[in-house]
């Protein structure tokens, strides 16, 4: 008898999963969510991110592994699914030693070494010489990585899990509980619920998880071409704001960001940090405004999404609640793309132990 699955959620961690999933044999999926691919809104973080890989997670930590798990997939996608979004993409991390010690040089310590460990997974990774940094950058290193336009890549997720018969309907839940209710499957009794709620998940009745919180990302998103994507350690403007360019696959606009507000949960863009950002933004990547300041810059729209930051990383767990068969995926942070097939195919992996735990010994 196949199994009767709800996922909670079609971000790019639900999608994801209800995706994989459906690769399997034995299930009938069914995504319940309150925010769909098309929609914008604060509790729906996917839409919002850039998204690229860059990744911030510590070697040897299941982050990592996550995310090394996830670059075999995207690059596979950026060469040959054009459809889906993606293309590869340049990404110059940059490094100023005055940010040692601040928090978004913290954060991003892996990423600002010289040999980190995706050195040997993403293509040219390498040193840039000094000689061609730009005035105050200290160091800088290069690599190939993917941009996905998630205005093309969240549909496309959703239409592959069509193809391969999951099921959609919009709902909301109170409780956890709430998604075994009769009806809440087409086909019947539910007999597992994949959690992929997001930052949501510090509210769903059930889980509750207080460590979950938001880290506010403010971003303006304008007509202008980056040519590659750039980083850097750290802004003079202040501990949580940050400065990032990059251009999305498939005319999906370049990406101006940003900030890492912890706590926020403000939605509406401040204009002033909107202005921070795009003055940050020419400084740093002139080929924006050919040189010119950011009157040059064509804006599409300015934007907010809250990252869903979890103390101690993603929960990817088991767990019944009441009499409920539960999987967690979420609480990603400000990685939900670049480790979301490494997330997935745990979270997969942990939904076929609950059916067929001997299989496995
Ligand atoms: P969400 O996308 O928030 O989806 C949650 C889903 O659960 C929604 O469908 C929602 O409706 C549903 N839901 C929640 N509660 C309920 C309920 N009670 N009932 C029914 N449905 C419910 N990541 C990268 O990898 N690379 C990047 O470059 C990058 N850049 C970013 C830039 C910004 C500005 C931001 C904000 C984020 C960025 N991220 C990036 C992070 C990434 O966007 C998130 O990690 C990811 O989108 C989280 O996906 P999710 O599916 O877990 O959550």
Known sequence: ???????????VAGLTTALLL???????????????????????????????????????TPAAKWDSNTWGPLADLA????????HFQECEIHSRAKDIGSATATWFAELLSSNPWFAKV?????????????????????????????????????????????????????????ATAPGAHPSGKVDLVVNCTGLMASKLGG????T???ARGQIVIVRNEAGKMLDVSGTD??????????TRAAGGGTILGGSYQKGNWESQPDPSLAVRIMKRAVAMCPSL??????????????????????????????ETIGNVRVVHNYGAGGAGYQSSYGCAQDAVDLIEEVFEPRSRL
């Open 207 to 210: 889980v509750e998880d207080e």
């Open 79 to 86: 060469q040959n699914h054009p459809e889906a979004g993606f």
């Open 122 to 178: 993403v293509p040219n990774f390498r040193s840039l010489p000094k000689e061609s940094l730009g005035p105050g950058i200290d160091s800088a290193t290069s690599f190939t990585s993917v941009c996905i336009n998630t205005a093309i890549y969240l549909p496309w997720l959703a239409s592959q899990c069509l193809a391969n018969g999951v099921t959609f309907k919009r709902a909301t839940f109170e409780h956890i509980r709430d």
């Open 1 to 11: 008898m196949p199994k009767n699955i709800v996922v909670i959620g079609a971000g």
């Open 212 to 214: 979950v919180v938001p």
């Open 22 to 60: 459906s690769k399997r044999p034995g299930y009938k999926i069914h995504v319940a969510a309150k925010h769909m691919p098309g929609d914008y809104d604060i509790e729906y973080a996917s839409p919002w991110a850039g998204a690229n890989y860059m990744p911030v997670s510590i070697s040897g």
């Open 289 to 318: 405004t050919d040189g010119k300041g950011i009157e040059h810059l064509d804006i599409i729209r300015h934007g907010v999404g809250l990252r869903p930051v979890r103390e101690g990383g993603t929960r990817i767990e088991r």
């Open 237 to 246: 403007d202040g501990d949580n704001e940050a400065c990032y360019v990059m």
